[in-house]
């Protein structure tokens, strides 16, 4: 048995996305501001297409965990993809590069 399963893509331009809304987000921010997840949910996982328009400065909360290296990265013009694992009480987030 093959089961398939969807995320929709809720846009959500204040870079704090609510896991009780779904698991994939898309956001350009226009400002800067702070990496960061709301209602936290053990297991669940999903990804952020990030497009900062404008050298924004993006930090993250103190439940995001990221690398120093991947905040400068994405604190840069461009578009990026991010993903993400909740354990329940943190989410942990890797980037890509830069996507043209």
Same mark, same amino acid.
């Given at each position: 048995?093959?089961?398939?399963?969807?995320?929709?893509?809720?846009?959500?331009?204040?870079?704090?996305?609510?896991?009780?809304?779904?698991?994939?987000?898309?956001?350009?921010?226009?400002?800067?501001?702070?990496?960061?997840?709301?209602?936290? !949910?053990?297991?669940?996982? =999903?990804?952020? /297409? &990030?497009?900062?328009? $404008?050298?924004? @400065?993006?930090?993250?909360?103190?439940?995001?965990?990221?690398?120093?290296?991947?905040?400068? !990265?994405?604190?840069?013009? =461009?578009?990026? /993809? &991010?993903?993400?694992? $909740?354990?329940? @009480?943190?989410?942990?987030?890797?980037?890509?590069?830069?996507?043209?």
């Amino acid at each position: 048995m093959l089961f398939r399963s969807r995320g929709t893509v809720t846009t959500d331009n204040d870079l704090s996305f609510d896991m009780n809304v779904t698991n994939n987000f898309k956001c350009t921010p226009t400002g800067n501001g702070a990496l960061t997840f709301t209602n936290i !949910t053990a297991g669940q996982s =999903g990804f952020v /297409l &990030l497009v900062n328009g $404008s050298n924004y @400065t993006i930090s993250a909360a103190a439940t995001t965990k990221v690398a120093a290296g991947a905040l400068s !990265t994405i604190s840069a013009t =461009g578009t990026y /993809l &991010l993903s993400y694992f $909740s354990d329940g @009480t943190n989410v942990y987030v890797v980037n890509s590069a830069a996507l043209s």
